[in-house]
């Protein structure tokens, strides 16, 4: 089991800047593999960021590419999302969430991932 603690959401106007926290404890050392998701209102939810916690080899997608950065302390099993220059699209819940290491095009699924955490919201105001 792994649970996992998503924190820093909030209310921010377009252009500004949050960083979401995910704190991680239980088996981790199974499941190195972290990403970030986040469902839109009324959408599915979608991929935004991946990290191996191993080699720290990262991706993202291209929607946030240039503006959003995804970062690890493997020390204190942390995983971070620095998103700078939000825009209203940015809006929605945010999710962490942690798998098995894998180099298939299933990372950027949710099918990649078997824990989750309970979500934050962010919202950006025009």
């Known amino acids: 089991q792994v649970q996992l603690v998503e924190s820093g959401g909030g209310l921010v106007r377009a252009g500004g800047s949050l960083r979401l926290s995910c704190e991680a404890s239980?088996?981790?050392?199974?499941?190195?593999?972290r990403a970030w998701f986040r469902q839109p209102p009324g959408k599915e939810r979608e991929f935004v960021a991946t990290?191996?916690?191993?080699?720290?080899?990262?991706a993202y997608a291209d929607s946030v590419k240039g503006r959003f950065t995804i970062s690890k302390d493997n020390a204190k099993n942390m995983l971070y999302l620095q998103m700078n220059d939000l825009t209203p699209e940015d809006t929605a819940v945010y999710y962490c969430?942690?798998?098995?290491?894998?180099?298939?095009?299933?990372?950027?699924?949710?099918?990649?991932?078997?824990?989750w955490g309970q979500g934050t919201q962010v919202t950006v105001s025009s």
């Open positions: 969430a942690a798998g098995p290491k894998s180099l298939s095009m299933v990372v950027f699924s949710t099918r990649g991932y078997t824990y």
């Open positions: 239980g088996r981790t050392s199974s499941y190195s593999l």
């Open positions: 990290i191996r916690m191993g080699d720290g080899g990262s």
